[in-house]
């Protein structure tokens, strides 16, 4: 059965560093794909970045990018130079696509606060 | 670019009640979903559709009916509410290979 474990609940980091929050996921798909999300503290859900698992170039796009290690099933989110305004709860994503199920499957999120 | 509505955004029912939460998206996208968060969880699907009239069980299904009749709109129905029920109810669309975009949700209380 599909499954994603984010282990990290609440990490804390002082802004203009670097985070790296971690994902691991389950699958028996050859090919499957995995995303992150943001849900900030109004309670909204923003799609931040995608990893396709035949691709092997790292997904970045502006100050997040992913470290993909896929003999290790993990799927780690990196953001750099962190701001203020990246307070919020992330969630690690997961799709499979050979079976054809439609289902993403969460993982429990993870709190990221950003000190100043 | 597009929005995703949910009505109402919060929502006050009686045990036993049968409640329904809409969501109306102007994407143009197929597939639409329903998502249940619990206070401090992650995600669970309800239902998703994969077009107009279609209809697919999530693992959180019993005890919710779903109904596509236009492929702009979803609609979710708790058929009978749970006392001190209370959770977020999150809409979703995307098209069928892509990231999925959030509706920004309603809020249930069950008194």
């Known amino acids: 059965a599909q499954k994603v474990t984010q282990t990290q609940t609440s990490i804390s980091v002082v802004e203009k560093t670097t985070v790296t929050m971690d994902c691991v996921y389950e699958?028996?798909?050859?090919?499957?794909?995995l995303f992150w999300y943001k849900q900030t503290a109004s309670g909204e859900i923003v799609f931040l970045i995608r990893?396709?698992?035949?691709?092997?170039e790292n997904a970045t796009v502006g100050h997040y990018s992913l470290n993909f290690q896929k003999p290790k099933s993990s799927i780690g989110l990196i953001i750099t130079a962190t701001q203020i305004e990246d307070s919020a709860v992330y969630f690690c994503?997961?799709?499979?696509?050979?079976?054809?199920?439609?289902?993403?499957?969460f993982g429990s999120g993870t709190q990221l606060t950003v000190m100043p | 670019g597009g929005i995703i509505t949910q009505t109402p955004k919060f929502l006050i029912g009686q045990e036993g009640q049968k409640l329904t939460l809409k969501c109306q998206q102007n994407?143009?996208?197929?597939?639409m979903y329903w998502y249940r968060q619990d206070s401090g969880k992650g995600l669970r699907l309800i239902y998703y559709s994969i077009t107009e009239n279609d209809l697919q069980k999530g693992d959180l299904s019993e005890g919710y009916d779903a109904s596509r009749e236009k492929k702009s709109s979803f609609s979710l129905t708790v058929t009978s509410a749970q006392k001190n029920e209370m959770a977020v109810f999150l809409c979703a669309s995307s098209k069928w290979d892509a990231e999925q975009f959030f509706g920004p949700g309603t809020r249930l209380t069950v008194l």
């Open positions: 699958t028996r798909d050859s090919s499957y794909f």
């Open positions: 994503a997961m799709r499979e696509g050979a079976s054809g199920s439609w289902q993403l499957i």
């Open positions: 990893q396709d698992s035949y691709k092997k």
């Open positions: 994407f143009n996208h197929d597939t």
